[in-house]
C-alpha cells in the first residue's frame, strides 16, 4: 500500500495523535498549532497505563505466547514512516509461524464486547509502521486488556480500514498544515472533562 501523503518534514503525527483527533479534531489544533499540552501527568488513567505498560515490558521480556503462534518478538520497537509521516513505539512486534509479523499493544482497559475504533486504528498504524520497516506482511494485530484479566483480542488488518487511517492521517496534517480551527466533535458529552474545555470556542 504506497499512498503516500505528503507532508513537512519538520511534521509528524503519532498514534496517540490519531486517536485524540478521533475524540475531538480540535485536540490537534490546540496540541499541535497553539502548542497546548494537556498535562496530561496529572489524569490518573494516563499515569497508571504507563505503569502498566513498563511493569509488561519487564514482566513479559522473555514470554512468547505460543497459543497464537508467536515465534519470536521484539519489544517497544520505535518505527517511524516517511511515506506516511507517522511515527510511534509498538508494546510489541510479533513473528508468528507463518513468517507474518503482527503488533500486540497493551491497553489498561476493560474489555467491552466489541473493538473502539480509536484502539482499531492505532493497531492498524502500527501494522503499517511494521509493514514498511521490516517488509513483511501483517495480516492481524493483537491488544491486551489489562483490566479484563490480560484478555487477548484479534483485530483483522485490512485494505479498506488502512485507507481509512490514511483520510484521517491526511485531515490531522491538513489542521496542522494549514493551522486552521476544525469543528469539534459532534458528540458533546466529551466536552464535559476535556482539558480544553474553558478555551475552547462553543
Excluded at 502498566?52 to 508467536?70: A, E, F, P, Q, S
Excluded at 490514511?166 to 485531515?171: M, P, R
Aim: aromatic share 12%.
Amino acid at each position: 500500500m504506497k499512498d503516500e501523503i505528503r507532508h513537512s518534514k519538520l511534521s509528524w503525527i503519532t498514534p496517540t495523535e490519531v486517536i485524540e483527533y478521533l475524540f475531538c479534531p480540535r485536540f490537534i489544533y490546540f496540541m499541535n498549532c497553539l502548542n497546548i499540552p494537556q498535562n496530561e501527568d496529572q489524569r490518573h488513567k494516563v499515569v497508571i497505563g504507563r505503569n502498566v505498560h513498563k511493569l509488561k515490558t519487564m514482566i513479559n521480556k522473555d514470554y512468547l505466547r505460543k497459543k497464537i503462534g508467536v515465534k519470536k518478538k521484539l519489544i517497544n520497537q520505535y518505527l517511524s514512516s516517511h511515506t506516511y509521516g507517522i511515527r510511534g513505539v509498538v508494546d510489541e512486534v510479533l513473528l508468528l509461524n507463518d513468517s507474518t509479523l503482527a503488533p500486540l499493544d497493551y491497553k489498561f482497559a476493560r474489555y467491552e464486547n466489541k473493538t473502539f475504533n480509536t484502539f482499531k486504528y492505532q493497531t492498524i498504524i502500527y501494522a503499517m509502521l511494521i509493514e514498511e520497516n521490516f517488509n513483511k506482511p501483517v495480516k492481524k494485530g493483537f491488544l491486551c486488556y489489562v483490566r479484563s484479566n490480560n484478555k487477548l483480542v484479534e483485530i483483522p488488518i485490512l485494505e479498506i480500514d488502512k485507507k481509512e487511517v490514511l483520510k484521517i492521517i491526511k485531515k490531522i496534517f491538513k489542521i496542522i498544515e494549514l493551522s486552521y480551527f476544525p469543528k469539534r466533535t459532534k458528540f458533546r458529552n466529551r466536552c464535559i472533562d476535556c482539558c480544553y474545555r474553558n478555551i475552547c470556542v462553543k
